[in-house]
C-alpha cells in the first residue's frame, strides 16, 4: 500500500525559508514522477514542483522557480522540497503525490490528477507579511 505523509510545514514571515519533507514508502515503480501541489483557501489546486525519478528531470511552477528547490534522499525515500523567500502568496496547503508516469508527463502542470495517483494528506505552510 502505498503511503505518502508530509510534515515540516508551518508559519513563517515573508522572505524567510521553510523545508517540507514527504516519506514515501510502498511504491515499487523505479520510473515514476515525485512532487509538490498546493491549494491556497478559496484557490484552485496548483501544481508547484516535480521530479522524475527515472530521468532525474525536474519541473517548476513559473511562480516558484528561483525560490523553491526539490530534491530527493534516496537512502530514506523522502522527498523535499526547500522553500526560500517566501510570499504570502506562498500561503497554502501543500501535498506531495506520486504517479508512475513519463518524465515528459511529469513536467505537466497537473500530472498529479491523473488517475490512481497518490497524495499525502497534507502539510499547512502560512507566510505573514
Known amino acids: 500500500q502505498v503511503q505518502l505523509v508530509e510534515s515540516g510545514g508551518g508559519s513563517v514571515q515573508a522572505g524567510g525559508s521553510l523545508r517540507v519533507s514527504c516519506a514515501v514508502s510502498?511504491?515499487?515503480?523505479?520510473?515514476?514522477?515525485m512532487g509538490w501541489f498546493r491549494q491556497a483557501p478559496g484557490k484552485e489546486r496548483e501544481g508547484v514542483a516535480s521530479?522524475?525519478?527515472?530521468?532525474?528531470?525536474?519541473y517548476y511552477a513559473d511562480s516558484v522557480k528561483g525560490r523553491f528547490a526539490i530534491f530527493r534522499d534516496t537512502a530514506k525515500d523522502n522527498l523535499y522540497l526547500e522553500m526560500n523567500s517566501l510570499k504570502a502568496e506562498d500561503t497554502a496547503m501543500y501535498y506531495c503525490a506520486a504517479d508512475q508516469t513519463s518524465s515528459y508527463d511529469c513536467g505537466s502542470a497537473s500530472w498529479w490528477r491523473r488517475t490512481g495517483a497518490h497524495w499525502g494528506q497534507g502539510t499547512q505552510v502560512i507566510v505573514s507579511s
Open positions: 510502498g511504491f515499487t515503480h523505479s520510473n515514476y514522477c
Open positions: 521530479r522524475h525519478i527515472g530521468s532525474a528531470s525536474v
